[in-house]
């Protein structure tokens, strides 16, 4: 029974055999705690300074239209330059803003355009560092290392997620806005610290390959035309999110189909998170598969179907626990995604597809915002839950009609 609870957990065994992975994970995930607490304050901080839902929605918009434009720049940079140099100006920035954060709380500067240049300014920082963070993993443990680290570096994004924003609420609620913002700015020193002992990670020439002084984002793109596995990846994340992202309906069925109040859809909103963090811990298994393609579409599938059952639901712990499921399958999803990127593409091509992947991850969920929303408005919250689950699997399954090549993808022979 030991043996089988150990392999069913996550595999520690990259944070076991490599420091730098190590601190790398330890120190995204105590920074990435403190970025949702930031994120929450600022929120709350908008709401309280305008009362206006429409100004507080301003913020994702703020962040978003920098997010896509810098993430592709900010792989191609990835690409060019010393990663370790790029990861600690992103860091350095976003700790600085955390802490122009805190001294406009505290002085009390009630100015909503100043956070929302901030916002602004953190999304910039954000475009720049994560390609170059998400880069190095595969420098920093072995091949067959990389599904294991891929579920690990999911364990902290989602405990970012279901962490932070409690905790964010408390230190709001006892003491204010400026301790959660201090919070995140000293956190971000373990991030520093981190990317502070790493090694030069300039990116590796591919063999016959002429190294270029100048990023290219248009090198990158045509990259991935010819590249139909790696293509796929992202396509399958894209049916996912555009068609079966329910969480624009959250507030309509709390109250519609559930007859609950803002709790119900803090409820709604916290079951993904709280599947896709359980799904990484239980992600032991993740390194004996090798067939990473038909993985990522069951993984699709389920998200989808998953979706579809929870728009049929009737009684809300059914609805909860569907949720559940489908965060444990994007989960799935996204560790074989990440490690297909990772293994299948060059190392001198590897910053440009995580900037493709940022605006992919960024813009995916929020079209997939519209669409329900849009179906919602035509017809109804139930039907577009319904209807956009089901939209997904017919998706998936024609996109693994069209590129047959992707569910025989093996790990042990990766090919772009």
Same mark, same amino acid.
């Given at each position: 029974?030991?043996?089988?609870?150990?392999?069913?957990?996550?595999?520690?065994?990259?944070?076991?055999?490599?420091?730098?992975?190590?601190?790398?994970?330890?120190?995204?995930?105590?920074?990435?705690?403190?970025?949702?607490?930031?994120?929450?304050?600022?929120?709350?901080?908008?709401?309280?300074?305008?009362?206006?839902?429409?100004?507080?929605?301003?913020?994702?918009?703020?962040?978003?239209?920098?997010?896509?434009?810098?993430?592709?720049?900010?792989?191609?940079?990835?690409?060019?330059?010393?990663?370790?140099?790029?990861?600690?100006?992103?860091?350095?920035?976003?700790?600085?803003?955390?802490?122009?954060?805190?001294?406009?709380?505290?002085?009390?500067?009630?100015?909503?355009?100043?956070?929302?240049?901030?916002?602004?300014?953190?999304?910039?920082?954000?475009?720049?560092?994560?390609?170059?963070?998400?880069?190095?993993?595969?420098?920093?443990?072995?091949?067959?290392?990389?599904?294991?680290?891929?579920?690990?570096?999911?364990?902290?994004?989602?405990?970012?997620?279901? &962490? +932070?924003?409690? !905790? /964010?609420? $408390?230190?709001? =609620?006892?003491? *204010?806005?400026?301790?959660?913002?201090?919070?995140?700015? #000293?956190?971000?020193?373990?991030?520093?610290?981190?990317?502070?002992?790493?090694?030069?990670?300039?990116?590796?020439?591919?063999?016959?390959?002429?190294?270029?002084?100048?990023?290219?984002?248009?090198?990158?793109?045509?990259?991935?035309?010819?590249?139909?596995?790696?293509?796929?990846?992202?396509?399958?994340?894209?049916?996912?999110?555009?068609?079966?992202?329910?969480?624009?309906?959250?507030?309509?069925?709390?109250?519609?189909?559930?007859?609950?109040?803002?709790?119900?859809?803090?409820?709604?909103?916290?079951?993904?998170? &709280? +599947?896709?963090? !359980? /799904?990484? $811990?239980?992600? =032991?298994?993740? *390194?004996?598969?090798?067939?990473?393609?038909?993985?990522? #579409?069951?993984?699709?599938?389920?998200?989808?179907?998953?979706?579809?059952?929870?728009?049929?639901?009737?009684?809300?712990?059914?609805?909860?626990?569907?949720?559940?499921?489908?965060?444990?399958?994007?989960?799935?999803?996204?560790?074989?995604?990440?490690?297909?990127?990772?293994?299948?593409?060059?190392?001198?091509?590897?910053?440009?597809?995580?900037?493709?992947?940022?605006?992919?991850?960024?813009?995916?969920?929020?079209?997939?915002?519209?669409?329900?929303?849009?179906?919602?408005?035509?017809?109804?919250?139930?039907?577009?839950?319904?209807?956009?689950?089901?939209?997904?699997?017919?998706?998936?399954?024609?996109?693994?009609?069209?590129?047959?090549?992707?569910?025989?993808?093996?790990?042990?022979?990766?090919?772009?």
């Amino acid at each position: 029974m030991g043996r089988l609870a150990r392999g069913a957990l996550a595999d520690v065994t990259p944070l076991r055999t490599s420091a730098h992975f190590r601190r790398l994970w330890f120190g995204q995930s105590v920074s990435s705690i403190g970025q949702q607490m930031t994120a929450l304050a600022i929120s709350v901080q908008v709401y309280a300074l305008t009362g206006s839902p429409f100004a507080t929605g301003l913020v994702g918009l703020c962040s978003l239209v920098p997010l896509v434009a810098f993430g592709l720049y900010g792989g191609a940079i990835a690409d060019t330059m010393d990663r370790r140099k790029l990861g600690l100006f992103g860091a350095s920035g976003l700790a600085v803003l955390s802490a122009g954060l805190a001294a406009q709380a505290f002085f009390g500067v009630r100015q909503v355009g100043v956070l929302y240049a901030i916002v602004a300014l953190q999304a910039v920082c954000f475009a720049l560092n994560a390609p170059a963070r998400a880069s190095m993993v595969p420098r920093l443990v072995p091949a067959a290392q990389l599904p294991a680290a891929n579920a690990l570096s999911t364990v902290s994004m989602n405990l970012g997620l279901t &962490v +932070g924003p409690m !905790l /964010g609420g $408390l230190l709001i =609620g006892v003491w *204010s806005y400026q301790a959660a913002y201090l919070f995140d700015a #000293i956190a971000f020193s373990a991030s520093l610290y981190a990317m502070w002992r790493l090694p030069s990670m300039r990116p590796e020439t591919t063999p016959g390959a002429i190294a270029k002084p100048r990023a290219s984002v248009l090198d990158g793109l045509r990259f991935l035309r010819d590249r139909p596995n790696l293509r796929m990846s992202f396509l399958a994340d894209l049916a996912a999110m555009v068609f079966g992202m329910p969480r624009a309906l959250f507030p309509a069925l709390a109250v519609v189909l559930y007859h609950g109040d803002a709790g119900t859809v803090g409820l709604l909103a916290a079951a993904p998170a &709280v +599947g896709a963090l !359980l /799904g990484a $811990l239980f992600s =032991g298994w993740v *390194s004996r598969v090798r067939r990473h393609g038909l993985a990522v #579409i069951f993984a699709v599938l389920a998200w989808g179907l998953s979706i579809a059952g929870f728009g049929l639901a009737r009684q809300l712990w059914l609805g909860l626990v569907l949720l559940a499921l489908a965060g444990a399958a994007d989960t799935v999803s996204m560790i074989f995604r990440n490690t297909i990127m990772q293994a299948a593409a060059p190392d001198d091509m590897r910053g440009r597809l995580q900037g493709v992947f940022i605006v992919v991850v960024a813009g995916g969920p929020r079209l997939g915002d519209f669409e329900s929303g849009s179906v919602a408005q035509l017809t109804s919250p139930t039907f577009s839950a319904v209807s956009g689950g089901l939209a997904c699997v017919a998706s998936m399954l024609l996109l693994a009609l069209r590129y047959p090549a992707f569910a025989r993808y093996d790990a042990r022979n990766p090919t772009a």
